[in-house]
């Protein structure tokens, strides 16, 4: 959550750092009291995956903290740490920014069947014409 003065409060699982929290939870269920992160005041946006955040600032500056595996962070290549716990800029000026996770993917199954299930429903209405 962000408060009216700009600072980001988060809560939940931290085993990778994405919360920008110290120290990084080892419970899988996390600390259900919202606590201070170490984003710097007023963000424009947050974006936050399951192993990751994102966020960009008014000067369209982003930085990103979480599970760096497989460069998801952005960050330049061979950086050292899996796990980044605090924001590290991102060398790229951006407009906005989307982190995926498992709530979005289980979000992008419901929509491809409600899909389906529609353009079922239209073949339905086709032949009773």
């Known amino acids: 959550g962000i408060t009216a003065m700009g600072l980001v409060y988060a809560w939940g699982d931290n085993s990778n750092g994405q ?17 201070l992160t170490r984003l710097p005041p007023h963000p424009r946006l947050l974006a936050t995956g399951a192993e990751h955040t994102i966020s960009i600032f008014q000067d369209k500056d982003a930085y990103c903290w979480g ?9 330049a290549e061979g ?5 980044v716990d605090r ?17 979005a993917d ?3 199954d ?20």
């Open 19 to 35: 919360l920008s929290q110290l120290p990084a939870s080892e419970s899988p269920e996390g600390d259900v009291n919202p606590k």
């Open 67 to 75: 599970n760096q595996r497989g460069g998801r962070l952005g960050l």
């Open 79 to 83: 950086t050292p740490w899996k796990v």
């Open 87 to 103: 924001p590290a800029k991102v060398d790229a000026k951006w407009a906005s920014v989307e982190a995926m996770g498992r709530s």
């Open 106 to 108: 289980k979000a992008e």
């Open 110 to 129: 419901v929509g491809a069947e409600d899909e389906r299930k529609a353009e079922e429903g239209h073949e339905s209405d086709d032949a009773e014409g």
